[in-house]
């Protein structure tokens, strides 16, 4: 399946705030439906684990916060204290991540930032990344992974979907029964459409210089990277 890229709905900055946050809603219930942060705790838990302090976690491009808040309930429940920092380009999000973090009874810290334009903050033992990557173009995408490794002090997880026919069929189908919300009926497809395959993102982990990164399915159709800090690098650096 050929990959197609076009500009998603809710990338548009003239979104209205009404239609930004109900398309959020709308990601949010696609992602439990999926179990979206499930395989994303799976390749987090040991390098929280690790941690020598409490664990800071960085989520990067977080949108409504919905895997963020699942993640800090796995976290909680597995005796860990985190300190959750969430970034994002959008006010909308980041208004609406916050807010659903603190309701879950969580404190978090938030940075309004552009990954691609901006240094993140560094220093975190767990930098997450989820259904990002599939709205960059491969040059983007490879500079959007040395930014995450640069943030890291331990563990980068990358969580996207993977771009098959299957999982076009059910982005259609569970876009339609799960959301109103016609931002959530065009991008959901055209996300799968511009995602990347496994063997697609194995290539970017290596020009973006993520010497030993890890590159695994994910129930349904998605996919994780996961790469330590530690790992010795070759080609380009990250750093």
């Not at 208004?95 to 978090?108: I, P, Y």
């Not at 903050?121 to 259904?131: A, K, N, Q, Y």
Request: hydrophobic share 40%.
């Amino acid at each position: 399946m050929r990959q197609v890229r076009v500009p998603e709905k809710m990338d548009d900055p003239d979104l209205p705030e009404s239609e930004h946050r109900r398309a959020l809603r709308g990601l949010a219930r696609l992602n439990r439906a999926s179990g979206g942060a499930r395989a994303i705790w799976r390749e987090s838990r040991s390098a929280l684990d690790r941690s020598p302090s409490r664990p800071r976690a960085l989520d990067v491009a977080c949108g409504g916060g919905d895997v963020t808040l699942d993640l800090a309930r796995r976290a909680r429940r597995a005796g860990l204290d985190v300190r959750w920092t969430l970034a994002d380009v959008s006010p909308t999000a980041l208004d609406q991540a916050s807010a659903r973090l603190e309701r879950g009874g969580f404190a978090c810290e938030v940075v309004r930032i552009d990954a691609l334009a901006d240094e993140l903050p560094s220093g975190f033992d767990l930098v997450t990344c989820s259904l990002f990557l599939h709205h960059l173009d491969p040059r983007d995408a490879a500079a959007l992974l040395r930014s995450l490794a640069r943030a890291a002090a331990g563990r980068v997880v990358v969580a996207d979907l993977r771009r098959t026919r299957l999982n076009l069929v059910a982005a259609i189908v569970a876009s339609r029964t799960l959301s109103r919300s016609s931002v959530v009926h065009f991008d959901a497809p055209a996300s799968v459409r511009a995602a990347y395959t496994l063997g697609e993102l194995e290539r970017l982990a290596e020009s973006a210089g993520l010497a030993g990164a890890r590159i695994r399915r994910a129930w349904p159709q998605r996919m994780t990277l996961t790469w330590d800090a530690n790992t010795p690098q070759s080609g380009p650096s990250p750093r």
